[in-house]
C-alpha cells in the first residue's frame, strides 16, 4: 500500500509550518469585507481541511488568533503577519490557499459574498458568484 502525498504550507518567514493528511475540499475565492481587509487583496482563497487530518509541524508558538466572528478565529504568524487560515472550537477548519506549498489538490469553484466585493475589482473567470453563501446542496 502506497502511502498518499501530504499537503504542507507555511507562513512567508517559514516560522509555521503544517501538514494535511488529507484534502483540501470546497474551495473558494471570497469577497466579504473581513477577508478583503485582511489580506489587504480583492478577495481570499481559501480551502477546508478536515480538523483531524491537519496539524501544525513548526512554530505553534508563533501563531497569533483573531476572533473575527464569536467562536470563528482567524490565524497569523506573529512575526511575518502571513495569513494562515481560521479556526473554529479551536480546530483549523480553513486553510488560505496562498500558504500552501506546490498544488493544494484542489481548484477554486466560485466567489461568494460578491455583493460586498470591492468596487475597483471585476470578476473575469467564469466560475458561480453568489452574492452571500451558495445555496446548501
Excluded at 478577495?43 to 483573531?66: D, K, Q, S
Excluded at 489538490?105 to 466567489?111: D, F, K, Q, Y
Aim: charge should be negative.
Amino acid at each position: 500500500m502506497t502511502k498518499s502525498k501530504s499537503i504542507s504550507g507555511r507562513c512567508l518567514c517559514g516560522g509555521i509550518r503544517y501538514e494535511i493528511a488529507g484534502a483540501i475540499t470546497g474551495a473558494g475565492h471570497c469577497h466579504c469585507a473581513m477577508c478583503r481587509q485582511q489580506s489587504g487583496a480583492a478577495f481570499m482563497t481559501a480551502g477546508f481541511v478536515t480538523p483531524g487530518e491537519f496539524h501544525w509541524t513548526e512554530g505553534e508558538n508563533l501563531i497569533a488568533r483573531y476572533e473575527s466572528s464569536p467562536g470563528a478565529f482567524r490565524i497569523f504568524c506573529k512575526v511575518c503577519g502571513s495569513n494562515l487560515g481560521a479556526t473554529e472550537e479551536g480546530r483549523v477548519t480553513l486553510i488560505f490557499l496562498g500558504t500552501v506549498s506546490g498544488d493544494p489538490g484542489v481548484r477554486p469553484a466560485e466567489h461568494i459574498f460578491v455583493a460586498s466585493k470591492a468596487p475597483w475589482h471585476e470578476i473575469t473567470d467564469d466560475l458561480p458568484q453568489y452574492d452571500e453563501f451558495p445555496p446548501s446542496e
